[in-house]
């Protein structure tokens, strides 16, 4: 058993040291209290220690993402991040669970086609935006490059180059919400799956069952 969690809490660098104790103290008395003193007695009840530490890490950053959502202590700047750290961390604790139910199966097929889209709505809106910059600056240069020759035809390049990167500065609050907002739909998604695929591990059950 030592080995396991010696093992398990390697894996846990990613949460603060008062919550890797937390999530230590309660997994090593349940194992203390089931009397699963061997190795392999461990995984067939927790699965390996890679497996419950990737559930670990899922299920804290889901609960901070929420937390910090319904108290809106962080800056609006670093939810985009955190939302992307959640996302990966559910993904890698559903690879890491058995899939075998047709749920589960049709889950994991639609997540499959939700991310692609996801991803290549916002693949679209980078393009669009460098399009954008690329064209107004290309404008721009051309204007300031033709000035000495023809300055009514520079004159209409350079103010036709200003207006593109205008609209793009004028429009950079409606990219800025659609790229968060997709973000945070594909998040939503994430957590409602991994709730569904993901079921809670007899540890929890059990601490759930002493709490009533």
Partial sequence: MNDYIAEFTGLLSQLDAEER?????????????????AYNDCVRELGTPRQLARKVLADY?????????????????????DNVKTVWLIILA??????????ALG?????????????SILVGLIALAVGIIFGGLGSLVVGIGILPSDAWLSMLYIGVGMTVVGILV????????AF?????????FSQWAYHKV????????HGKGRQK
Avoid at 94 to 103: A, F, G, H, R, W
Avoid at 107 to 119: E, K, M
């Fill in 21 to 37: 104790s937390e999530v230590v103290d309660f997994y090593t008395e349940y194992l203390q209290d089931g009397n699963f003193t």
């Fill in 61 to 81: 950053s889901i609960k901070n993402l929420q937390a910090d959502q319904s108290s809106d202590k962080q800056s609006r700047a670093a939810k985009p991040k």
């Fill in 94 to 103: 559903v690879l890491s669970t058995p899939v075998t139910i047709p749920l």
């Fill in 107 to 119: 889950l994991a097929g639609l997540s499959v086609a939700i991310f692609a889209t996801a991803f």
């Fill in 170 to 177: 004028l429009m950079s609050p409606v990219f800025s919400a």
């Fill in 180 to 188: 968060n907002g997709i973000i945070r739909g594909v998040t939503n």
């Fill in 198 to 205: 993901v079921p809670q591990n007899r540890a929890e059950k």
